[in-house]
Nanobody, 123 residues
Framework: VQLQASGGGLGQTGGSLRLSCVASRRTSSNNGMAWFRQAPGKEREFVAAIDWRGGNTYVADSVKGRFAISRDNTKNTMYLQMNSLKPEDTAVYYC?????????????????WGQGTQVTVSS
């Protein structure tokens, strides 16, 4: 499975961005998916996850109430709606497909990774 993330760019504090992640084939429709991010000089961290049907989602405390994850299996696509952006949201955002039907916060549970898309939030 190949993943293509897009939608990153320059955002303003308090603004919004929407990331998309397109999978190359339907395998991802049976698996949980997630977004992770990595800021300069920091380790990769979990952002949000969603199960294979999109019925259950889980977001990190740092983005709760601001970010929302969703998916459209008919389009093999996952989304991350980012609202109320903060400068600390600046990072490269990666999408990933889980080994399991459910999503989770552990990077080791994810088999396929996209190339990342840069999000920069100006103050």
């Amino acid at each position: 499975v190949q993943l293509q993330a897009s939608g990153g760019g320059l955002g303003q504090t308090g603004g919004s961005l929407r990331l998309s992640c397109v999978a190359s084939r339907r395998t991802s429709s049976n698996n949980g998916m997630a977004w992770f991010r990595q800021a300069p000089g920091k380790e990769r961290e979990f952002v949000a996850a969603i199960d294979w049907r999109g019925g259950n989602t889980y977001v990190a405390d740092s983005v709760k109430g601001r970010f929302a994850i969703s998916r459209d299996n008919t389009k093999n696509t996952m989304y991350l709606q980012m609202n109320s952006l903060k400068p600390e949201d600046t990072a490269v955002y990666y999408c990933a497909v889980s080994l399991y039907a459910t999503g989770g916060s552990q990077a080791g549970h994810y088999r396929y990774w996209g190339q990342g898309t840069q999000v920069t939030v100006s103050s």
